[in-house]
């Protein structure tokens, strides 16, 4: 069925990114289907191993169907990913490569909590990098009809701040289409996977 379709094309991705030996990989959400199965994560783990093996670091942002409903299977996620969240909170947390920071920020929560927004405040304020960037999975402009009012709600939540700590972009997933715009200066990306 669809299922197996989707295991075929994500190997088929992962053969892909391995010819370009890239320094991270950073993955906008939604690694699985529904977060509180244990084997969805076994069948990610098994068809990214090769990702695993060649010690590619492989950033995860929470999407909607990551949350995992108590069962800490998130958690255990970024755990075998060989992330050691800087925070110690694997739900946002921020990386270095180089002259890039990024700060990736847990969607599915940052509305109703002030604590990522605090945190990255602090977090970009302190950056020596050049170049920071936000991943979040929930995206700030949308093309889809029936998401505006949500892309609205973290627009307003978030993009006064993105401004005011001059992100230089901000990658986002959730949507399907590729999407690219700039706004006040700040490139915003839906990667557009799924």
């Not at 010819?19 to 950073?26: A, E, G, N, R, S």
């Not at 699985?32 to 010690?55: C, L, N, Y």
């Not at 755990?79 to 110690?88: D, V, Y």
Request: aromatic fraction near 10%; charged fraction near 25%.
């Amino acid at each position: 069925g669809s299922e197996m379709c989707i295991r075929d094309s994500h190997r088929a991705i992962v053969v892909q990114i391995l010819k370009v030996d890239p320094t991270f990989i950073l993955c906008t959400g939604d690694l699985v289907s529904r977060g509180s199965v244990q084997e969805q994560w076994e069948t990610f783990f098994e068809i990214v191993k090769p990702i695993m093996d060649a010690k590619i670091p492989y950033i995860p942002v929470k999407g909607n169907h990551d949350v995992d409903s108590g069962t800490g299977l998130w958690a255990k996620a970024v755990e075998r990913l060989g992330l050691k969240p800087n925070i110690g909170n694997p739900n946002f947390f921020s990386v270095k490569f180089g002259n890039v920071h990024i700060a990736v920020l847990d969607s599915t929560a940052i509305l109703e909590s002030d604590e990522q927004i605090q945190w990255l405040e602090k977090e970009m304020r302190e950056s020596d990098t050049l170049h920071k960037f936000v991943a979040l999975h929930h995206p700030l402009f949308t093309l889809i009809e029936r998401r505006a009012k949500g892309a609205e709600r973290f627009r307003q939540r978030l993009q006064p701040l993105f401004n005011r700590l001059k992100i230089c972009a901000v990658f986002a997933g959730h949507d399907h289409p590729f999407y690219m715009t700039k706004r006040d200066g700040i490139t915003y990306i839906t990667t557009g996977g799924g």
